[in-house]
């Protein structure tokens, strides 16, 4: 079993930037994939970004040269680095990741505001 804690979230101005964090927690000595999703009310949820366990990266096309993901293994924790946001990046952010099991974990969630 898996803990995940996201924390970073806030409000913010068009054009600034913002750091997620999430910290994983639990019986567990090494996770797969993590990512991080985002849900706008009335949206589906989406992925945003994804790393793997040997830090291979991929972001949605809307993001692509203003987030940056990166992970510590160490720590089993992932990070979001979002730059130049815009209000259409307002929703609540999810912390996502996979164990060597195929079990799939979900953190709470941190809302991040961009006001136009």
């Known amino acids: 079993q898996v803990q995940l804690v996201e924390s970073g979230g806030g409000l913010v101005q068009a054009g600034g930037s913002l750091r997620l964090s999430c910290a994983a927690s639990g019986s567990i000595f090494r996770l797969n994939a993590m990512g991080w999703y985002r849900q706008a009310p009335g949206k589906q949820r989406e992925l945003v970004a994804r790393?793997?366990?040997?830090?291979?990266?991929n972001y949605v096309d809307s993001v692509k040269g203003r987030f940056t993901i990166s992970r510590d293994n160490a720590k089993n924790a992932v990070y979001l680095q979002m730059n130049s946001l815009k209000p259409e990046d307002t929703a609540v952010y999810y912390c996502?990741?996979?164990?060597?099991?195929?079990?799939?974990?979900w953190g709470k969630g941190t809302l991040v505001t961009v006001s136009s």
């Open positions: 790393i793997t366990s040997i830090g291979v990266t």
């Open positions: 996502n990741a996979l164990d060597y099991s195929t079990m799939n974990y």
